[in-house]
């Protein structure tokens, strides 16, 4: 099972992105999906999930309204659309698959992270 995210890159405060998760091995509708995020010095904190079935959509406080977690299933991929990116947007996001929308530890599979640097 490998679960890969990408779409980070530089980009302008204001502006916009969108990562991808994208999973070989496991079938991610099958799957509740948490996006996470790192930045330097901090801890990891949750961003988004999606339940399976799309039932439950979590978003934090810090991005509600802003960010906005969709599958395509299809794809078997999930996104991440982020829009009027802060400075304080700036961390490491990787992508998890799990049996629910949770905590860290309950998930099964983690991809690696891509970079997310927004900055003028």
């Known amino acids: 099972v490998q679960l890969q995210a990408s779409g980070g890159g530089l980009v302008q405060p204001g502006g916009s992105l969108r990562l991808a998760c994208a999973a070989s091995?496991?079938?991610?509708?099958?799957?509740?999906i948490g996006w996470f995020r790192q930045a330097p010095g901090k801890e990891r904190e949750v961003v988004s999930c999606?339940?399976?079935?799309?039932?439950?959509?979590y978003y934090s406080d810090s991005v509600k309204g802003r960010f906005t977690t969709s599958r395509d299933n299809s794809k078997n991929a999930v996104y991440l659309q982020m829009n009027s990116l802060k400075p304080e947007d700036t961390a490491v996001y990787s992508c998890?698959?799990?049996?629910?929308?949770?905590?860290?530890?309950?998930?099964?599979?983690w991809g690696q992270g891509t970079l997310v640097t927004v900055s003028s």
């Open positions: 091995g496991v079938s991610l509708d099958e799957r509740a």
């Open positions: 998890a698959a799990g049996p629910i929308c949770g905590l860290a530890p309950m998930y099964e599979y």
């Open positions: 999606i339940s399976v079935k799309d039932t439950v959509t």
